[in-house]
């Protein structure tokens, strides 16, 4: 079946480095893709978000592109901080606003 | 604001015995949501509401249940547990133009 997926489930990275998470999706139809971050023992986290009418947004230190024509998503973080580390999920929004698919979770490690 | 909050944190049950997992938002939002979340796995929807008094099944719903009598309020019943329902839970909420918010979770595990 379609599902949202991420391509390494660790990743460490230098303090001060910039960090890349990818996430592959195989549906189509997704028009929404959101970001969060789980910090050990807490409930996700919204980051950033991107609608299929754009392929690149940035918050602050964070850029998400998306690749419609080979269906990824990338979570970009500049100068990677200790606090930084965590369990990053990519999801889908699939069938209306309510309906959310989760990836399985890349865990980012920051060696200081 | 609170945010979403979850009761319990933590909590033990036998095979068999049932109980209800309480979620709250003081945001006065529409949408409220419980997820699982299991080792290695991303967050399942259970089941999710729309607003009071409608509800709906999600990916996983078989052995719960939902209601939704406030817009604050949104209990999940576990009917007679089971150890494969052994797993951290998650509520969130968002409303129509925002995001979702989610609360700190409670682990369950089922013996």
Known sequence: GES???????????????????????????????????????????????????DKRQGQRVTVLLNKTVKHLSLQIAATQPGDSAVYFCAENLGGYQKVTFGTGTKLQVIP | NAGVTQTPKFQVLKTGQSMTLQCAQD???????????????????????????????????????????????????????????TSVYFCASRSLSDTQYFGPGTRLTVL
């Not at chain 1, 890349?20 to 959101?34: L, Q, R, T, V």
């Not at chain 2, 299991?38 to 052995?63: C, F, K, W």
Request: some cysteine; overall charge negative.
């Open chain 1, 4 to 54: 949202v997926g991420l391509h390494l489930p660790t990743l460490s990275v230098q303090e001060g480095d910039n960090s890349i998470i990818n996430c592959a999706y195989s549906n189509s139809a997704s028009d929404y893709f959101i970001w969060y971050k789980q910090e050990s023992g807490k409930g996700p986290q919204f980051i950033i978000d991107i609608r299929s009418n754009m």
């Open chain 2, 27 to 85: 945001m006065n939002h529409e949408y409220m949501s419980w997820y699982r979340q299991d080792p290695g796995m991303g967050l399942r929807l259970i089941h999710y509401s729309v607003g009071a008094g409608i509800t709906d099944q999600g990916e996983v719903p078989n052995g719960y249940n939902v209601s939704r009598s406030t817009t604050e309020d949104f209990p999940l019943r576990l009917l007679s547990a089971a150890p494969s329902q």
